[in-house]
């Protein structure tokens, strides 16, 4: 077991609760390589916003740690690590681990030279994409879908409640805010049975305020910004972008269940 060289490496403990979900059988040759510093070497480069050939020496070589990010991405090992621990901080907070309610909104970020799909979002004034997320009343998030900046609030999020996993079969109700409109709220109702309720700004209102069950989204995305890959959309396929934002939110849900 490697030891934690970096703030980002997981615990011993962290580890262990995690590492049955990457440890699975195995035919032929012996593995070479430490999973867990695969792991690590895969939150490095989230936190730090490192590319992939700068990755430190004292883990792997690059191309092992990113063969087994793409393949962890493809078999959907990421998102069932991110389900699994979803509920159980959900149960160590004394909840359901399935929630009953939810907040929904996007953010539009800015994407680099890289080549890849991207868009102008007329409203933010931003050319890049856009990242529709659904999260609970804890602000742990239930789905992503990241699109071109171009893309409506109200297509965004159909695209995420198509999408919404087993863990959302609870869910009932959903805030929004008031770029949610038209055939959704219906839609949404006839379909998923779900209720969507606009949380709109007071029209009086002057300077900043805390508007009712909205902050617990944008408290995510400022959970988000805290890893440095996160800060623009630096690749290619909006796939890996979802894919990292699972790794960020699944590291601080191991924190709050194992804090050492």
């Known amino acids: 077991m490697q030891a934690q060289i970096y703030p980002s490496d997981t615990t011993k403990n962290q580890w262990e609760h995690i590492k049955d979900a990457f440890v699975a059988q195995q035919f032929g040759r012996p593995r070479e390589v430490d999973l867990q510093a695969v792991v690590n070497a895969i939150l490095y480069v989230t936190m730090t916003g490192c590319q992939w050939r700068y990755l430190p020496k004292e ?6 740690v990113y063969y087994y990010f793409r393949k962890w991405q493809q078999d959907g090992t990421w998102h069932r690590i991110h389900e699994r621990l979803r509920g159980q901080v959900r149960q160590k907070a004394g909840r359901h681990k399935h929630p009953t309610a939810g907040c929904l909104d996007s953010q539009s970020v800015k994407t680099t030279c890289v080549p890849g799909e991207r ?6 004034k931003v050319m890049g994409r856009k990242r529709h997320m659904l999260v609970d009343t804890m602000g742990l998030l239930l789905c992503v879908v990241v699109t071109t900046a171009c893309v409506s609030e109200s297509a965004g999020a159909r695209l995420v409640l198509r999408r919404m996993p087993g863990g959302c079969k609870k869910l009932r109700k959903v805030w929004v805010d008031g770029g949610y409109f038209g ?5 949404a109702l006839v379909r998923l049975r779900l209720v969507l309720e606009v949380v709109k700004r007071d029209a009086q209102q002057k300077g900043f305020a ?3 069950r909205r902050w ?7 959970w988000l910004s805290f890893h440095r890959r996160l800060s623009k959309d630096y ?4 796939k890996t972008s979802e894919t990292f934002i699972y790794i960020a939110m699944t590291r601080l849900m191991l924190r709050r269940l ?3």
């Open 258 to 260: 194992h804090p050492n």
């Open 210 to 212: 805390i508007l009712p």
């Open 59 to 64: 883990y792997p070589p690059w191309q092992n």
């Open 235 to 238: 690749e290619r396929f909006p």
């Open 119 to 124: 868009g102008y979002d007329a409203a933010k």
């Open 183 to 187: 055939t959704l709220l219906e839609w």
């Open 216 to 222: 617990v989204i944008e408290r995510t995305f400022a």
